[in-house]
């Protein structure tokens, strides 16, 4: 048995993503060796979990923080706090407008899943709105949000153009003047992620809870879940706040219809990302799960590989430099094969990712109508045999030139 031995930053930026602080007493220990506090608030503003370290730093040791980051904490909550309810205000007017012209938009992730799983929606931060609508909908949404000043990055491209990209990326992502960005979905992954889960069922299952002063229809707690291992996995899992999700939906909701994750999960092929979901959340945060998931994870060896493998970058022994980062859902990682149990998946995964042209190759090459057909050939041809040919070319220029410069400073310093 291998036995980590983590620094003390490692451990205080584990203990604190959760919202239940079980180990108060070691908290404090760990917080009393003056550790690097620089490395943990970059590390939990990176994570995401800023608001909960804050909040657990001032209620479980007040007294043994520096006096600056007991006030910059208590500072940091208070504008989440007053940042929350400004989303909620925005997410509210957003849905209103979209509900007047018989827009049904079913909100998830952001200020829903803080109010919906977290005890202070503070500890919780967001980047954007997201909420779903049919794809029938698409054309009377973008014209409905851009009546409310939102307007879309791709609106410098054609309309076929725009099409595409709509039916590649399965959403949009819209911005106005202060406010945060609105991200409409009719699918929960771009179409070169393959994945398939029943859209019309999620839907059909949204619940309604109070929300910003009325009630509104979101996803319900089992498709909560599978949206966050479904998203966590096309993230790659750099972020601990995605597996803090899953742990306090877990929490939350004791009663999960598992039957009904295990149709849904295995008829859309995402089985085995719901499994990973699970083994992260419980190897990482101790999450309890129910006997039936542990012994669907222990008999899926590739799933226990994964976890290791994710759950080691995603809790370091040692807080260094390397603050994670996330890569692009639009380039093939072997993490993704590997979260597909079916072949069929992912050779579709592979060759769509590989294949499928991109907003950036519309605006380097703008193909006329009939000539549609031979965007994925320019993409290959670009990505894969000029684009790496002329890294490679700049890559030595740039050795023969500093060779050059290196010649003539030695041939300086000998005259």
């Not at 018989?102 to 899943?113: Q, S, T, W």
């Not at 042209?357 to 965007?375: C, G, K, N």
Request: hydrophobic share 45%.
């Amino acid at each position: 048995m291998v036995v980590t031995v983590r620094s003390p930053e490692s451990h205080i930026l584990l203990a604190t993503a959760r919202q239940d602080l079980t180990a108060v007493g070691d908290l404090r220990r760990w917080v009393a060796t003056s550790p690097d506090w620089d490395a943990v608030v970059a590390w939990a503003l990176a994570h995401g979990t800023a608001g909960l370290l804050c909040r657990h730093l001032i209620e479980a040791a007040p007294d043994l923080l520096p006096d600056d980051l007991r006030e910059a904490a208590g500072a940091y909550l208070r504008c989440e706090s007053e940042r929350n309810v400004g989303a909620r205000a925005q997410l509210a007017a957003v849905l209103g407008a979209l509900n007047a012209v018989g827009i049904e938009a079913i909100p998830f992730k952001g200020p829903v899943l803080a109010a919906q799983v977290y005890d202070d929606p503070a500890s919780r931060g967001f980047a954007d709105l997201d909420f779903l609508i049919d794809e029938r909908n698409v054309g009377p949404t973008m014209a409905t949000l851009a009546q409310l000043g939102y307007r879309s990055d791709v609106a410098d491209l054609r309309q076929r153009h725009r099409e595409k990209y709509h039916a590649y990326n399965g959403q949009d992502i819209l911005f106005a003047d202060q406010a945060l960005p609105v991200e409409p979905h009719w699918a929960l992954a771009p179409t070169t992620f393959d994945i398939r889960l029943d859209m019309p069922t999620i839907r059909r299952r949204a619940v309604t809870i109070a929300f910003a002063g009325s009630n509104i229809r979101c996803l319900s707690p089992e498709d909560t879940l599978l949206v966050a291992a479904v998203h966590g996995c096309k993230e790659s899992w750099w972020r601990l706040i995605w597996l803090v999700d899953v742990a306090e939906l877990l929490r939350r909701n004791q009663g999960l219809d598992w039957d009904y994750l295990d149709r849904q999960s295995a008829a859309s092929g995402v089985g085995r990302m719901l499994r990973l979901s699970l083994a992260l959340a419980a190897r990482v945060l101790d999450a309890e799960l129910p006997d039936r998931v542990r012994s669907a994870i222990v008999a899926d060896r590739v799933c226990q590989r994964l976890a290791r493998r994710i759950g080691d970058r995603l809790a370091p022994a040692y807080l260094d430099d390397a603050i994670p980062g996330g890569g692009s859902v639009f380039r093939l990682s072997a993490e993704s094969l590997l979260a597909r149990e079916r072949f069929t998946d992912r050779f579709r995964y592979a060759f769509r990712t590989l294949t499928t042209a991109r907003v950036q190759h519309f605006r380097m090459l703008d193909l006329p109508d009939w000539l549609e057909f031979a965007y994925p050939l320019f993409k290959v041809a670009h990505d894969y045999v000029a684009l790496p040919a002329w890294l490679a070319g700049k890559a030595v220029m740039a050795r023969v030139r500093a060779a050059t410069t290196g010649t003539g400073a030695d041939r300086g310093r000998a005259a």
